[in-house]
């Protein structure tokens, strides 16, 4: 077949306004839509390990319809901060709400729940590691939260707490750092480790599966979790309900039955 | 003609909204990070391990897929048996399989609590979160777009020159050495080229099966995942250097399809 110049001239004039055209239909469609918000649904990102409690919470609320997206706090959070905006933020730490705050994206947070950091073992796993100081044995795997994600981040501050040859050979035995908390239950389910710290809601939230070891008490990190409206949400009346339904209500409970503590209460 | 005026512009349309959409994303990559982030990106001696761990472990699997899908694919292509369709599938079925399938599947198979993960730690072996991981992982996903094509290749060479070659007492062995791959070449390297793309780009199933760890397990993909939440200007100059990588590969592999004598033999 033999192209002509002529179409190959019309097909690169083509592509050229197509190129333009896709470029600022996407800048006007942006202010078209930001307005029209639908009121009949509350768009919700929050950290993984909110997934159980917010789950049911969403199926009983009743004003809108709630559309959960789990991933790593500060996935999330870096999502917000390239443009992505659901009406709610929900993190596993007050650090990364307060952050977005600061940068003006999200409204004032307020703290609504607690949670602890716990050593999680496979419940099957026999007693290779009954202790923390089991963790530093020869044949130990463990996983843990990346740096940056709120349970990788609280893990390194209870390792920090240890003595510098502990948590040098603890640190040794990591396997795997994970995106998020989700990640390393999957690995403990899984037999792929033999422990990682996770929060003592997703040990409740196994199934049997996962054995919670309790944390010295002098090591224990304050978990609270903090959410906040975003700025810019096109549902924004949704959104305050659903915050306020998690201080106080239908989400209160569920996170309640979850294994998350009371805000201010420890 | 003159009754389908308007159908060759359309397909010029048809292919100028494929072109946009689909080079959009990479020159947006590009556009946002400056050859600057992409340079300090290389900088990083996290990056650099990622990107190594990347190319060794994606050319181990890249050897396993051809050494056995090569052979493979020729039964398949040149044998005529009942099953034979249901085998195509079979193989194929991974193309098609979302990322995270593929790790539920792997761990369900070979992890700890999986089927063969009794004999495997009875063997001493641990698969799960090593490097070993990696390479099953990118393996299991990339082998499909090797396989498939290299079966199109084989089925398409005429059948006679196979038959010629046997006739003048060449065995099967040397027939598929010395005629069928030379033949298929075009096919094989292209085959290559996907599969290799697809195992750079692998992510989903290796985050399941294999975790990130940082010279273990982290590969670009991961590495990027990890800095999109940190670091968005490191996430995009390493995205920009995976892109370049590919794009790379792609090309050397095209360019020598072009060289190579077997295209004009096949003709």
């Known amino acids: ?27 006007s469609d942006d202010e078209s839509t930001a307005n029209a918000g639908d009121s009949r649904e509350v768009v919700v990102s929050a950290a993984a390990s909110l997934k159980k409690a917010l789950t049911s919470y ?31 933020f929900a993190a596993a730490n007050t650090k990364l709400p307060d952050q977005l705050f600061k940068e003006g994206l999200v409204e004032k947070p307020v703290r609504f729940a607690t949670n602890e950091l716990v050593l999680a073992v496979p419940a099957d796993g026999g007693d290779k590691v009954a ?83 309790e944390l010295p008490d002098e090591l224990k990190p304050t978990v609270e979790y903090g959410v ?35 805000p201010g209460g420890g | 003609m003159s009754q389908a005026r308007w159908f060759p512009p359309l397909l010029a349309v048809a292919l100028a909204v494929a072109l946009s959409f689909l080079t959009l994303p990479i020159v947006a990559i590009f556009v946002d990070s400056g050859p600057a982030e992409l340079l300090s990106s290389l900088d990083d001696a996290a990056a650099i391990d990622a990107l190594t761990l990347s190319l060794w472990t994606s050319t181990v699997a890249l050897v396993i ?20 369709n249901v085998l195509i599938t079979l193989i194929e079925l991974p193309l ?33 979160l090593t490097t070993l991981s990696v390479i099953l992982a990118l393996t299991f996903v ?53 599969a290799w793309g697809r195992a750079l780009g692998e992510f989903g199933a290796t ?16 590495a990027i995942y990890e800095r999109f939440a940190t670091d968005f200007t490191a996430a995009l100059g390493l995205s920009a250097v995976l892109v370049a990588v590919s794009a790379a590969i792609l090309m050397t592999v095209k360019l020598a399809t072009r060289a190579s004598p077997a295209r004009v033999l096949t003709r």
């Open chain 1, 228 to 262: 906040a409206i975003v700025k810019g949400a096109r549902n924004k009346a949704g959104g305050q309900a659903f915050v306020d339904g998690l201080l106080e209500g239908a989400g209160a409970k569920a996170l309640a039955d979850n294994g998350f503590g009371a």
């Open chain 2, 142 to 194: 990339a082998a499909p777009f090797y396989l498939r094509q290299a079966e199109a290749a084989f089925s398409a060479l005429d059948r006679s020159w196979l038959d010629a070659s046997r006739t003048l007492g060449a065995g099967e062995a040397t027939t598929f050495a010395r005629v069928a791959i030379p033949a298929a070449l075009p096919g094989l390297i292209a085959g290559l080229a996907l």
């Open chain 1, 131 to 213: 202790s923390l100081a089991d963790l530093t044995g020869n044949d130990v795997t463990i996983a843990v939260g990346a740096k940056g994600v709120p349970v990788g981040d609280y893990t390194l501050k209870v390792l920090d707490g240890l003595p510098q040859a502990q948590s040098k050979a603890i640190l040794a035995n990591v396997r795997s750092r994970e995106p998020d908390v989700g990640g390393i239950v999957g690995k403990l389910t899984q037999g792929a480790v033999d422990g990682g710290f996770v929060y003592r809601s997703d040990v409740e939230g196994a199934a049997g599966k996962l054995k919670a070891i």
């Open chain 1, 58 to 88: 969403g199926d009983q609320f009743d004003s809108a319809t709630v559309r959960l997206s789990f991933a790593g706090s500060d996935e999330l959070a870096a999502q917000i901060r390239q443009g992505i905006k659901p009406d709610v």
């Open chain 2, 96 to 128: 098609v399989l979302p990322p995270a399938v593929a790790g539920i599947g792997l761990l369900a198979a070979l992890g700890p609590n999986g089927l063969f993960g009794q004999a495997l730690d009875d063997a001493g072996i641990r698969v799960v």
């Open chain 1, 1 to 27: 077949m033999i192209v002509s110049h002529r179409r190959v001239a019309l097909l690169a004039v083509l592509l050229a306004t197509l190129m333009g055209l896709s470029v600022s239909a996407c800048g």
């Open chain 2, 65 to 84: 897929i051809v050494v056995v899908g090569t052979p493979a694919a020729y039964l398949l292509a040149t044998r005529r048996f009942r099953a034979r």
């Open chain 2, 207 to 222: 985050l399941m099966f294999a975790g990130s760890f940082r010279g273990v397990t982290q590969t670009v993909p991961l």
